[in-house]
């Protein structure tokens, strides 16, 4: 007999082999965690512009057109995963359908909005830890992120209820969401990380120079 639900507060049975009932189950599937609230595009929409202002001011380092290629490299490696597969190369059908992802999400997104919404989410994760609940939740909402911003995962659907088309995006299983979640990591994450370090300094420099202004006013004779 299956016992309760292991998500706080929740007490419903748990799925016969699992650990949480129906609901939570899919919502740490979707999330990463059971208590993670998902990342929308406006929660990150703030540290997309603080991206797109640092790379601005730092136009000539070749920094940015590093990540550019370093994506590209990531839909190299996708490509020859879907290549094999097709040559019958046995191989992880959650790899297969993570590289079918990346493959079309380049063929329909550009590199750099690509590296910015990576590089966002890691401004956002050092800026707001308290947004994601784990390491593993955090990686679920950078695939998931990143993945929706092309519409070529969405699925429509006929409500006959309302009589009114719906469309939803469609959810990979945790084992690819995690394998396009390390790639991204591995390629682009030291980046966010040092820009999140960057942005941290300059919120330092402005207050240090706000508190030595007034201190100079206060030592006025």
């Not at 512009?49 to 380092?61: H, S």
């Not at 890691?122 to 909402?141: K, N, T, V």
């Not at 690819?176 to 991204?184: E, T, V, Y």
């Amino acid at each position: 007999m299956a016992g309760a639900c292991r998500a706080p507060g929740c007490g419903q049975p748990a799925t016969r082999y699992g650990h949480f009932c129906t609901t939570h189950k899919s919502r740490w599937r979707r999330h990463g965690d059971v208590g993670q609230v998902g990342i929308t595009k406006e929660v990150l929409r703030p540290y997309v512009d603080l991206v797109r202002a640092r790379i601005e001011k730092n136009a000539g380092n070749p920094t940015w057109t590093t990540c550019d290629d370093r994506w590209q490299a990531v839909v190299a490696h996708a490509k020859g995963i879907l290549a094999a597969a097709n040559r019958g190369v046995p191989g992880s059908r959650n790899a297969r359908t993570a590289a079918n992802a990346i493959v079309r999400l380049a063929a329909d997104v550009e590199p750099r909005v690509v590296v910015e919404t990576v590089l966002a989410m890691y401004m956002l994760m050092d800026l707001e830890p308290r947004r994601f609940r784990s390491d593993g939740a955090f990686r679920r909402q950078l695939a998931r992120r990143v993945m929706r911003l092309s519409e070529v995962n969405v699925a429509e659907w006929y409500d006959h209820q309302t009589g009114r088309t719906k469309r939803t995006y469609r959810d990979f299983t945790p084992g690819a969401a995690d394998i396009i979640a390390g790639w991204l990591v591995e390629t682009l994450g030291a980046v966010g990380l040092h820009l999140a370090k960057l942005h941290l300094a300059d919120i330092e420099k402005t207050r240090q120079e706000k508190a030595d202004f007034h201190k100079a006013l206060t030592d006025l004779a």
